[in-house]
């Protein structure tokens, strides 16, 4: 499968984005999907995650309550609204799919998912 990341930009502290994940090649369903983030110089951080068989999500602490993953399986896309950001949510946000589905806190593991999307660029401006 090949994943397409877009919807990223310039926002304000408080505002709203709405990133996209688009799968070709084999449909989204077929995957369970998730949401990463990495800004410079740290470590690739998971932001949320939603299983294929039941759509259960799972989200970072640090996201909770102000982001949400769905599943649009018509249009074949995950994507990921954000909602109250801050300066501290500016990464660079990667989608990624896995074939195995795992107990739901093991996808906070990057490792846990074997396709990823490119990435998209998310700026917050204080």
């Known amino acids: 499968v090949q994943l397409q990341a877009s919807g990223g930009g310039l926002v304000q502290a408080g505002g709203s984005l709405r990133l996209s994940c688009a799968a070709s090649g084999r449909t989204s369903s077929s995957y369970d999907m998730g949401w990463f983030r990495q800004a410079p110089g740290k470590e690739r951080l998971f932001v949320a995650a939603i299983r294929r068989s039941d759509s259960h999500t799972w989200y970072a602490r640090s996201v909770k309550g102000r982001f949400t993953i769905s599943r649009d399986s018509a249009r074949n896309t995950v994507t990921l609204q954000m909602n109250s950001l801050t300066p501290e949510d500016s990464a660079v946000y990667y989608c990624?799919?896995?074939?195995?589905?795992?107990?739901?806190?093991?996808?906070?593991?990057?490792?846990?998912?074997?396709?990823w999307g490119q990435g998209t660029q998310v700026t917050v401006s204080s």
């Open positions: 990624a799919a896995t074939s195995t589905t795992w107990a739901m806190s093991l996808y906070e593991n990057p490792g846990s998912f074997n396709y």
